[in-house]
């Protein structure tokens, strides 16, 4: 089974990365765990995301296509970082989420969501 694990954002991932003392700590903390689910094979792909006042969205309706500059409403609605991990089900990456440090030097929110496979869509 697949999932997509999102690192939900907060207001200070929203203001980019700064290099301090705690976030370095942070960042091996991560490393560490990022070490262990390449170990266990389960890691695909692992990244962290820019603010999204660096990104841009494109609303389709129809044949229109519309442009929005970022930054993003809704902080708690958008994403900080994500895995995408290959396990044997929802409870093992839970399991695996539970063991994760804090990805962010504030309180914040993990989502881990199950991608389609082909039979799911047939």
Known sequence: MRVMVLVKAT???EKGFVPTPEAM???QAMDRFNDELRSAGILLAADGL?????????AFDGSSRTVIDGP???TRELVAGFW???VKNM??????VK????PLPVPSEIEIRPLY???DLK
């Open 72 to 74: 993003f409403a809704a």
């Open 84 to 86: 995408l991990w290959e």
């Open 50 to 58: 820019t603010p999204s006042s660096q990104g841009k969205r494109v």
């Open 25 to 27: 700590e942070m960042m």
């Open 117 to 119: 496979d082909l039979e």
């Open 91 to 96: 409870d093992d990456a839970l399991a695996w």
């Open 11 to 13: 207001e200070d991932s």
């Open 99 to 102: 063991r994760c440090p804090n």
